[in-house]
């Protein structure tokens, strides 16, 4: 759905709003905080913290005070922005008065990312029960200088975080409802809407073309797979070409190899990576138009309906590989090899997959941050600037030479897993380098911050459409690989 709120620029406060949030650093208390009652803001607790709120009286009359913190750094004003749209959540209009101290690109950097945070930090899923009754913040203008550079940044922020809120509302949503199926279809819209081309392959089609990974882990569904690509191509000649990959696996049962009933929690959003594909390609003629840009989905389910792959069952992949399935439960790599080999044989400059893949991620590096893996240095150090940049945390991880032999199958070229309980993370994008040949390839492992148990900053509980600014920002500075 959209985002529930919208967003404009001025270059001054309107008269019509209900509240005017402004902007305190911590060193104006012991100033010229604006109009406040020092004494007072302390007894109420407010020291102008990054992303501290009060509404309090002021000489302007009632406002909604923001801390700013110590210093003026753009990359901080997501986290302004969702405290506000937070603490504001009972005013129907609000303006934001927090730009003050920025000047040149940094005012614009933070523009952006305010917006970003405005939006996100007013987002909500709703669409199984009631809204909550009363008022519910529905516009906001950021004011300031900065004329139209800033306008566009707000506006870019506005749809960036749009393109978060559908990778939130789809991790979501029920996997009984959002079958590979209904994902291709809202694929369908998307891309529609979006301007950009879109094949679906059904059941006969994905048979045709081989792509026996994602046979192999749909066998046990009453559900058919399919598979999506989306083409991004520009008028002329493009700066690049660059693949993006997806695990879409709508509701993962660990196959025969079941999980526990607390593992199967949250795992309706096992489709977070082929999500923030179809996020990003949506973006891609706004933030990206020269650059050529195709995302490759796999999307199926993991049930274990009477002809479910079995353990020690052998699957043949698109580029040929055969792999020995001794675990049902590490089936994201199956589905995701058949996407990398169509996307080496379309001759990319670059390969990204994103897949919330491993636990053992998760264990490394906790849930708030995804671990990269490459075959590229320059590839990794381009994925780590952009999620520097957009706020999200990403830590390079390796992919050490021993941890590959124990992959070796006696029957198939592969299998699925390793020998041991150690390095799985490792382990499992090893597996996935098999399929991506000599092509730059990062894999990013988001099944930490895909989900959160709980809301912080401008992250909502549940889905939380991590990736798709890191995402956006890369692709929008897209240049040549060294």
Partial sequence: MPIPITLDHQATVPDDVELVAVGVRS??????????????????GFEGKLAQTLVAAT???????????DEADPTTYRKVGAAIAKAAVKRASI???????????????????????????????????????GTALEAVTVVGKGGKRVADAVARGARVAEAVGLVRDLVNT?????????????????????????????????????????????????????????????EGRPRGKVALVGKGVTFDSGGLSIKSAGGMEGMKGDMAGAATVLAALSLVPTVAPKLQVTGYLPLTDNMLGPDATRVGDVLRTRNGKTVEVLNTDAEGRLILADGLALAVEDEPDAIIDLATLTGACMVALGDRTAGVFTNSEALAERVLDAADEAGELFWPLPMPEHLRKPLD???????????????????????????????????????????????????????????????????????KLP
Wanted: net charge negative; aromatic share 6%; proline share 5%.
């Fill in 174 to 234: 029920p996997g009984g409802d959002l079958t590979p199926t209904a994902f291709a279809e809202q694929a369908i819209e998307v891309a529609d809407e979006a301007g950009i081309e879109i094949e679906v392959l059904d059941l006969a089609a994905i048979t045709e073309a081989g792509l026996g990974g994602l046979l192999g882990v749909a066998r046990g569904s009453a559900q058919e797979p399919r598979f999506v690509k989306l083409s991004y191509v520009p």
């Fill in 59 to 69: 000489d302007e009359g009632v406002q909604l005070l923001v801390g700013l913190g």
């Fill in 409 to 479: 199958s006696e029957i198939a070229d592969l299998r699925n897993i390793g020998v041991g309980g150690y390095g799985g993370a490792s382990t499992a994008a090893i597996f996935l380098q098999e399929f991506v040949g000599d092509v730059p390839w990062a894999h990013l492992d988001i099944a930490g911050p895909a989900d959160s148990k709980g809301a912080y900053d401008e992250v909502s509980k549940g889905g939380t459409g991590f990736g798709v600014r890191t995402l956006v920002r890369l692709l929008g500075s897209w240049t």
């Fill in 27 to 44: 060193a104006q208390l012991e100033a010229d905080a604006p109009g406040l009652d020092e004494e007072l803001a302390r007894i109420a």
């Fill in 95 to 133: 303006a934001v008065d927090v730009l003050v101290d920025l000047d040149g690109p940094d005012r614009v950097a933070a523009a952006g990312a305010l917006a970003e945070g405005l939006a996100l930090g007013s987002y909500g899923f709703a669409d199984y029960k009631d809204p909550a009754p």
